[in-house]
T-cell receptor, first 112, second 116 residues
Framework: RKEVEQDPGPFNVPEGATVAFNCTYSNSASQSFFWYRQDCRKEPKLLMSVYSSGNEDGRFTAQLNRASQYISLLIRDSKLSDSATYLCVVTRGNTGFQKLVFGTGTRLLVSP | DAGVIQSPRHEVTEMGQEVTLRCKPISGHDYLFWYRQTMMRGLELLIYFNNNVPIDDSGMPEDRFSAKMPNASFSTLKIQPSEPRDSAVYFC??????????????FGPGTRLTVT
């Protein structure tokens, strides 16, 4: 079983739609959680951190459920420029530096 | 403000040849990471350095892979001999262990390696 599981998609949505991605992780000791965005043939870039209380950044909302080991990302009012692969990321490690563990990503295609 | 720099951006080589990938981290960053990305396995951490010292190389697939960081501004990942299954995109990333965002990693543009 992969440490971080994501639906690969693709999710095809029209502009203006609301779309949600989910991610589950297996290591209950993971302490930090992130969403990264990766455009086609580009490098991953941090989109946002995910906090237990849930957090919002403009049209993006991230939520974490530690009991179920589940992370979500909600995108409202989708734009064409949101088309990308979204990588769910958790940390692994007990003390000191924690390594990032990436899911294989969920692909989003926003159409006009 | 220069980000992480990687070279070459594309590399095509024949099986059995030596391949060297290069990385220049962001100035002032004290962590450097090498990742490999494939469709099947996603993004995998190969090795990381802290203050030029290799800390964890448990992700290096086998002895054909080696990495060095001779100084704070340069690292190499070498594959010798290369095999077709090494074909992937190799990313270098760096981060700074400051208090605010210790886990934020900045990725380079990657090297797309094809081994025929």
């Amino acid at each position: 079983r992969k440490e971080v599981e994501q639906d690969p998609g693709p999710f095809n949505v029209p502009e203006g739609a609301t779309v949600a991605f989910n991610c589950t992780y297996s290591n209950s000791a993971s302490q930090s959680f992130f969403w990264y965005r990766q455009d086609c043939r580009k490098e991953p870039k941090l989109l946002m951190s995910v906090y237990s209380s849930g957090n919002e950044d403009g049209r993006f909302t991230a939520q974490l459920n530690r009991a179920s080991q589940y992370i979500s990302l909600l995108i409202r009012d989708s734009k064409l420029s949101d088309s990308a692969t979204y990588l769910c990321v958790v940390t692994r490690g007990n003390t000191g530096f924690q390594k990032l563990v990436f899911g294989t990503g969920t692909r989003l295609l926003v159409s006009p | 403000d220069a980000g992480v720099i990687q070279s070459p951006r594309h590399e095509v080589t024949e099986m059995g040849q030596e391949v060297t990938l290069r990385c220049k981290p962001i100035s002032g960053h004290d962590y450097l990471f090498w990742y490999r990305q494939t469709m099947m396995r996603g993004l995998e951490l190969l090795i990381y350095f802290n203050n030029n010292v290799p800390i964890d190389d448990s992700g290096m697939p086998e002895d054909r892979f080696s990495a060095k960081m001779p100084n704070a501004s340069f690292s190499t990942l070498k594959i010798q001999p290369s095999e077709p299954r090494d074909s992937a995109v190799y990313f270098c990333a760096s981060s700074f262990s400051g208090r605010q965002t210790p886990q934020r990693q900045y990725f380079g543009p990657g090297t797309r390696l094809t081994v025929t």
